[in-house]
């Protein structure tokens, strides 16, 4: 069984790096899409950045320049490091699997797994 545990929210000003965790214990990390997604408040959730079975990534066009996906298969453990926190980047950020590989279609109901999120908040 899939089990998705996010960490690493915090309240912290704007600028500076931000490294988000998920433990993915029942995950075979090649075969399955992983991913990232977030909600910020009153807005719909959004995809940050996912990797499918064959190592392909895919941005969200506001986390092409920021944000990188790196994984540590011995620690069971998906990151999300984000290179310098915006106030826009405030929200609730969730880890997501999806065993089938495919991280398409790119929107968080899709997926088969997802953790209880973590939240960001960045003030100006």
């Known amino acids: 069984q899939v089990h998705l545990v996010e960490s690493g929210g915090c309240s912290a000003q704007a600028g500076g790096p931000l490294t988000l965790s998920c433990a993915a214990s029942?995950?075979?990390?090649?075969?399955?899409?992983m991913g990232w997604f977030r909600q910020v408040p009153g807005k719909t959730r959004e995809g940050v950045v996912t990797?499918?079975?064959?190592?392909?990534?895919r941005f969200g066009d506001f986390a092409k320049d920021r944000f990188t996906i790196p994984k540590d298969n011995a620690k069971d453990t998906l990151y999300l490091e984000m290179n310098s926190r915006k106030p826009e980047d405030t929200a609730m950020y969730y880890c997501?699997?999806?065993?089938?590989?495919?991280?398409?279609?790119?929107?968080?109901?899709?997926?088969?797994?997802r953790g209880r999120g973590t939240q960001v908040t960045v003030s100006s």
């Open positions: 990797v499918d079975s064959d190592g392909r990534t």
């Open positions: 997501a699997v999806q065993e089938d590989g495919s991280c398409s279609p790119w929107w968080l109901g899709y997926y088969n797994f």
């Open positions: 029942g995950v075979t990390y090649s075969s399955y899409c």
